[in-house]
Each structure stands twice: as structure tokens, then as C-alpha cells.
């Protein structure tokens, strides 16, 4: 179960690999308070390799599944010479602010404008991020002058207008709102372009296809993680007797060459520990015949 929640085949976004993070974080509270042992340390170890070579083996997180990302995708994708641009976001909600953040995170851009209809909130989200803002009395003027526009107001009557933006250049528009908020005819302006939400799920449906079709293969390279831990699994039941046998070779060996020079005795001790181990991993049921006779000969 560990192994598919890592690689985000349980998680509610398919592929969402924000999962691998709060593995780490509980990992390391558990570490810090004395609370994880050999066992689960290493089957998070292996957890964690298996979610790496899945998302670099696989397509499965790729793309973009939300449609506050597929907005920043398509503005990376279309628009050239972003440090350039002015960028306006209208409505600061749960759409607009996590849209908001993308921008932030994915675009090389700072030069970002909020508005909200509660100023107070457009100008909190912008001084946590390092962004600007503007009064909702500013619309049309900060309009007028951006080249990337996004609605996310979520409101019953159109924010955006066609006179808004007519004859004040080339911009691109996303209206992010349902029902839509930017005036439908806007797409008929010169030097406009228009996109809504309808399009945007288009680009996130397609993304999902994919990664279902990723899934076999995570999978397949889970199945194999699995597969190593569980032979470690089964090695470490013998540990004790090995560890015990190693001790007895060395009193052994101490007690017959007490006088004698050491000369790598660790060293051939160690090769016949060595050795032990690998004919009881390949022979897993004659290997616990052997425990159980190098258990009577210790004791």
C-alpha cells in the first residue's frame, strides 16, 4: 500500500507526487522522537527509491491534471518573453489563489498584479508572495494595461468587457470562472485571444489519459521494489545467527592461533560469513536446516 500511495497511483490527482513529501516529513518526526526501527526505515528507503525511478522512468506525473496549472501551461507553452509581460489576476478564491501560486512557482515572472473585490485580500496574498496589488476601483486601468489576464471572480455577471480591452493591444485572456466572467465577444477583438475553462479541461483530460496509460509500468517497477525488500526481509531473520556464528569464529580462532600472528583473520572470517548468507538466500529452505544445526553447535 506504502509503495502505491508514494507513487501517487492511490492519490486523489492521479500521479500527484505531493504524497512522497509528507512520507519524508512523518519519517523524520519519527526519527527524531526514536519511534521507527531497522524494518520500517528501510521499507520507507524503498518506498522512496521505487516513487524516484517511477517518476523518472515513467510519464505518470506528467503534464497537468489541475486547471489552475493547465492556465500557467499554456501561458509557458504560448507566450514568449515572459519577464516582459504584465500579468493581472482578478478574484483571489481557492481557484485564484492556487493559480496564483503556479504563477509564482513556474513562471519567471514577478511582475504580478492581484485584485479582489476585498482589497484587504489581494494586498495579503501579494505581500506574502512578493507580489503587487490594486483596488477593485483600479479594474479597467489595470486591464487595460496587462498583457496576460486571468479571472478567477466566479461571479453571476461578466468582470472582463469587450470595451475593457478594445483598441489597448495584444492580450491573452483566461477566464478561469463558471459561468464564464470575461465577455464572450472579447475573442472577436483584434490582437485578442481568449480561453476558458472548457478549453483548459480539455488540455487536463488529455493529461490523465496518459497517465493512466502510465500505470502498468509503475507497477511493474513497484513489483520489483517489492520483490528486493522482501528478500532483504527474509536475510535479515538470519542476522542473529550469523552475527553469532561470526563471534564463534573469532573465539575459535583466538583460542587455536592464540600465539600465532593475526593475519586477516577478519577478513576470512567475514568471507565465510559471506558465503553463509548467500546459500541461505538461495536456498531458502535448506538454509533454515542450516540455522537450526549452527544453533545446537553455538549454544
Known sequence: ???????????????????????????????ENNCIGAFMERMVNSVLQSSKTIKNQTELSGGTVSVSFSAVQYIRENEKDLKNKNILLIG?????????????????????????????????????????????NNLVNEVQ??????????????????????????????????????EPSAKDLPGITLVNVDEL?????????????????????????????????????????????????????????RNAPLVNHQERIQKVINVMAVKMRQHNTRGCQYIEAINEFIA
Open 1 to 31: 500500500h506504502l509503495f502505491s500511495v508514494s507513487a501517487g497511483l492511490d492519490s486523489q490527482i492521479l500521479g500527484d507526487y505531493e504524497i512522497v513529501g509528507q512520507i519524508k516529513q512523518a519519517v523524520k518526526v519519527a526519527k
Open 145 to 182: 494595461s496587462a498583457d496576460i489576464i486571468l479571472v478567477a471572480t466566479n461571479a453571476a455577471e461578466p468582470t472582463v468587457l469587450s470595451s475593457h480591452i478594445k483598441g489597448h493591444g495584444n492580450k491573452l485572456l483566461i477566464d478561469l470562472s463558471i459561468p464564464y466572467n470575461v
Open 201 to 257: 479541461s480539455k488540455l487536463k483530460d488529455k493529461t490523465l489519459r496518459k497517465r493512466k496509460a502510465e500505470v502498468p509500468k509503475a507497477q511493474a517497477i513497484i513489483a520489483d521494489h517489492v520483490a528486493d525488500f522482501l528478500e532483504w526481509y527474509e536475510m535479515r531473520k538470519h542476522v542473529p545467527v550469523l552475527r553469532a556464528v561470526k563471534i564463534k569464529l573469532e573465539e575459535l580462532h583466538c583460542g587455536h592461533y
Open 92 to 136: 483571489i478564491g481557492k481557484i485564484g489563489r492556487n493559480t496564483c501560486r503556479n504563477l509564482v512557482d513556474y513562471l519567471p515572472v514577478k511582475n504580478i498584479t492581484l485584485i479582489n473585490r476585498t482589497d484587504e485580500k489581494a494586498s495579503a496574498l501579494a505581500a506574502e508572495l512578493g507580489l503587487k496589488s490594486a483596488p477593485f
